[in-house]
T-cell receptor
Framework: SQTIHQWPATLVQPVGSPLSLECTVE??????LYWYRQAAGRGLQLLFY??????ISSEVPQNLSASRPQDRQFILSSKKLLLSDSGFYLC??????????FGSGTRLTVV | AQKVTQAQTEISVVEKEDVTLDCVYE???????LFWYKQPPSGELVFLIR??????QNEISGRYSWNFQKSTSSFNFTITASQVVDSAVYFC??????????????FGKGTSLLVTP
């Protein structure tokens, strides 16, 4: 079964600073990868998904971007953080749309 | 488009009470998967169950049970004899072939369950 390593667990960043969150997957090849965001007290919103290296699709327009430089590496970035970017970010993967694995999440606070 | 509705935003029960969390879904596909996840305060998602659209058999796992009814597009989750450790946010989610999001799970907004002693 697959495992997701996601870091950091907690991050406090000032408004206007850059962001880079990384997620790596073990135990599978060519998975579909996803970034979700959960704002305080709200549900899980899909931000980006990737079906292969270099293939990124965005679900909502926002201040963030994603990249997949390697098969099992998924990166979420921002050039300039906004207060509204605060939230809990989860990386997820599935090799077969049957079994989904989630990372432990990054709690981002923009101050 | 697929959609998952969890109408109950918050539920509060006293320990040992039974509680049912509702989930209603919409999809145009005949093949799909339904999931339930638990999110404790620490934030990680804990997988509880997966059901495919061709298996309507209800399932029981300890104090947990799930009632899947295609006729009403519902996949409800019941906790019997609730315990304080059951306090968490519970998410229902859907994945179907018609998804144009790389088979991303589509989540409901979650139900926050508080079990008090």
């Amino acid at each position: 079964s697959q495992t997701i390593h996601q870091w950091p667990a907690t991050l406090v960043q000032p408004v206007g600073s850059p962001l880079s969150l990384e997620c790596t997957v073990e135990g599978t090849s060519n998975p579909n990868l996803y970034w979700y965001r959960q704002a305080a007290g709200r549900g899980l919103q899909l931000l980006f998904y990737s079906v292969g290296i270099g293939q990124i699709s965005s679900e909502v327009p926002q201040n963030l971007s994603a990249s997949r430089p390697q098969d099992r590496q998924f990166i979420l970035s921002s050039k300039k953080l906004l207060l509204s970017d605060s939230g809990f970010y989860l990386c997820a993967c599935t090799p077969d749309r049957y079994g989904y694995t989630f990372g432990s999440g990054t709690r981002l606070t923009v101050v | 488009a697929q959609k998952v509705t969890q109408a109950q935003t918050e539920i509060s029960v006293v320990e040992k009470e039974d509680v049912t969390l509702d989930c209603v879904y919409e999809t145009r596909d005949t093949t799909y998967y339904l999931f339930w996840y638990k999110q404790p305060p620490s934030g990680e998602l804990v997988f509880l169950i997966r059901r495919n659209s061709f298996d309507e058999q209800n399932e029981i796992s300890g104090r947990y049970s799930w009632n899947f009814q295609k006729s009403t597009s519902s996949f409800n989750f019941t906790i019997t004899a609730s315990q304080v450790v059951d306090s968490a946010v519970y998410f229902c989610a859907l994945s179907d072939l018609n998804s144009n999001s790389g088979y991303a799970l589509n989540f409901g907004k979650g139900t926050s369950l508080l079990v008090t002693p």
